[in-house]
């Protein structure tokens, strides 16, 4: 069927339910221009005309459609066929050519946020924790609001969320025409609440949807700011059905994200959703080789390797090791050796360390402390100087791990109750005797662990 | 500068011009009103670069100068001041002294020439209105405006002089509000402005019941004149789309109902509203008019209005919202709804040369 044959029927139809002089004032006057992909272009006169048949008879025409194509699903849409000039305002012209370097300048009004040139896909070290985040961002820079949309990136800090979602932004503004906002959930809080005050909410609703490509880091500030969820949710919808690009990132899955309507949480899995992981060894390692082209002295492959081997959580870490590395070997003048490297990374490799505490680790480590034997721990015995420390050691399970007072229990081969009894009694003395408090402290720094964080 | 001035002259001309200052006025200077003191009259002027305001009042002026102060401070310690005189001594370094009674005030004010210039009218009237008829018409179209900024000119009123007519019109698209008065003006000067809503606000609020305003019209300024106040604001300067396109040529049926009874009807049913519920539904038949909303999380309610109407059944929904508004600013005892069914726009009519079209809604 053609667009003629398709908007004839469709006519037919709204004939029955519009008077005839609503019928000749707005419907006949809508010219079938194409029907492509199930799109039907309907061309109008004007920018008025348009708004006031959307905003009047959009629903009759879908109506009337659908009776006019029953199998098949279509949708109309509108453009503005006019000889005279158009009485509403245009956009200005956007910029003919704009050099990358000049980011923040002034001559490109239209994008919004400051992107980092140096995140760009250049210097995205891929591996397989991150090789299908890294495609689908490309796929969508490449072809924005095309490939994936909304793309969705989670993972723990310091995994590359940001320099993935700024590549995109910086590919994107390298094409003339399009525009980018790039922008923290914080940011679009703090904006949206001085919009609130200043009552410019409009101001804030089209500036965020005239964009082509949306950037929004760490999306889950939003959980439990209900008005502003509600205020991005139909941004979101206006972006989403002018086929603008999304990219969105968070340190979770959208669904982990208490306090997050659940309208946003299906939106944001609508498209691809993916994840950054802790990258393996090789890829680690590859980061290290990758980042030290930038320094005069590189550092032996040992080191290098070593470093990859004891730091796996975190890509910042990672490089924040190395610089640590290579400025000691250059202000010292002094060759690096594995042990002074050790001693160098010493709380980064505790806090490391301190990821995944098993029972054995603070059994061993009070135990070494209170220089008992480690089964002393989960004797029957229950002379004082066994008796304090199997306490203490109960507390910090309790404290240190996630595990259940049953669990930690069995550990000790006792029940939950002397557990949950052992965890009052130290949490109790600790407010009085200091010299417990103190040891208490100390196990758990030799734990890898801040006491001050912890409040011990 | 050094002036004496009643309590109830100044708090008169300080309120006549304070809304135009948001509350946080990005620019500091323009939280503060400019006051200038000059052969016994002082003018208080203030603006937020689009709009600008300037009243002026007799006052006991001792030494000429001029001083900004800031305007909201200014007025509230006025509105509290307890005897009927005032007398503000403004030093060289911006520092304003008040004293009245016992009282004694010190405010910090800015140097005056900080203060934006302020466009002047360049003295050919183009028009001349009678203050009380521009203040009612703006009344009975203003509140139609949209306040979606991507469709900037409908954000504003269009005054158009045309033909011995001056015309007001304002729609958001889903609605229409239109009035018209014949007035005198020369051919030469006919034209289509169309005033930025807070303009019109501004102006309601400070036309009185008595004398003329004369609008001088140039380079997208309009300057209004009324007595002692004079407003000028800048002017949108895109073309007003063509509104008589969306005013039906007739319609079938006529209802006649009385103004204030539909509209406390139609304000009872909106205990209903909620965020999710916007619409009643209006069943006119048989002299009587039946609305109810009907709320799936709250409830119900139902109003019988009598109407003097005998045609075929109409059952249409409306915002109700969309329908009071017109009616809370008419004044004529009845109203006339017409209508052909329940698709096509409704127009509401009264004695006066008004209209308002009023697209209904689909509910599915």
Sequence with gaps: MDAVTLWGRACDELKKVLNEDTFSRWIDILKPVELDNNFLTLGVENDFHQMWITENYLPLIRQAMKLAAPETDIEVKFIIQSSEPVPLPVPPPKPAARTRKSKSDSRKPQSIGILNPKYNFDEFVIGPSNSFAHAAALAVAQAPGRAYNPLFIYGQTGLGKTHLIQAVGNRVLESPDKTVAYVSSEALLNEYVTALQNRSTVDFRTKYRNVDVMLIDDIHFLAGKASLQEEFFHTFNALFESRKQIIMTSDRPASEISGLEKRLVSRFEWGLVTELECPDFETRLAILRYKQAHFEKPLPNDLLTFIAENIQSNVRTLEGAMLRAVSYSSLTSEPLTLDSLRYLLRDLLDKERQQDITFEDIHKTVADFFDIRVTDLSSKRRPRSVAMPRQIAMYLCRRLTRASLPEIAESFGKTHGTVLHACKTIQNRMSVDDTLRQNVRTCVRKLGHDPVALEI | ?364
């Design chain 2, 1 to 364: 500068m050094k002036f004496t001035i009643s309590r109830t002259t100044l708090l008169e001309a300080l309120t006549k011009v304070q809304n135009v200052v948001g509350s946080r006025a990005t620019i500091q200077i323009l939280s503060n009103a400019l006051f200038r003191a000059e052969g016994g009259h002082l003018s208080v002027t203030t603006t937020d670069l689009d709009i600008s305001i300037r009243c002026r009042v007799e006052a006991q002026v001792a030494v000429e100068g001029s001083t900004t102060l800031p305007i909201r401070l200014l007025s509230g310690i006025v509105r509290e001041l307890p005897e009927p005189s005032i007398e503000i001594d403004v030093s060289e370094e911006d520092i304003a002294t008040i004293q009245c009674g016992t009282s004694f005030f010190k405010i910090l004010g800015l140097p005056h020439s900080d203060f934006p210039p302020i466009p002047s009218e360049d003295g050919t009237v183009s028009y001349r209105v009678e203050a009380q008829v521009l203040r009612d018409m703006l009344r009975k179209t203003a509140y139609a405006v949209s306040t979606d900024e991507t469709r900037r000119v409908l954000t504003g009123i269009l005054m158009s002089f045309k033909e011995g007519k001056l015309t007001l019109v304002a729609t958001d698209g889903r609605r229409l509000a239109m009035i018209e008065r014949e007035i005198e003006f020369p051919v030469e000067a006919e034209g289509d402005f169309v005033l930025p809503s807070k303009s019109a606000g501004e102006l309601i609020h400070i036309l009185g019941d008595e004398g003329d305003v004369r609008i001088f019209m140039q380079n997208g300024q309009a300057v209004f004149e009324a007595g002692d106040t004079t407003l000028s604001t800048k002017l949108i300067d895109n073309i007003y789309p063509n509104y008589r396109q969306v005013i039906p040529s007739g319609c079938d049926e006529r209802v006649v109902v009385g103004r204030e009874e539909l509209m406390n009807a139609l304000r009872r049913v909106s205990m209903m509203r909620s965020e999710k519920s916007v619409s009643a539904r209006l069943t006119f038949a048989d002299n009587r008019l039946l609305i109810v909303w009907q709320n799936i999380e709250l409830g119900e309610a139902r109003e019988t209005v009598p109407i003097k109407y005998s045609g075929k059944e109409i059952c249409v929904t409306f915002n109700p919202e969309y329908i009071i508004d017109p009616l809370r600013n008419l004044e004529s005892d009845e109203v006339y709804i017409e209508m052909s069914n329940g698709h096509s726009p409704a127009i509401i009519k009264c004695d006066q040369p008004f209209l308002y079209v009023l697209m209904p809604l689909r509910v599915n």
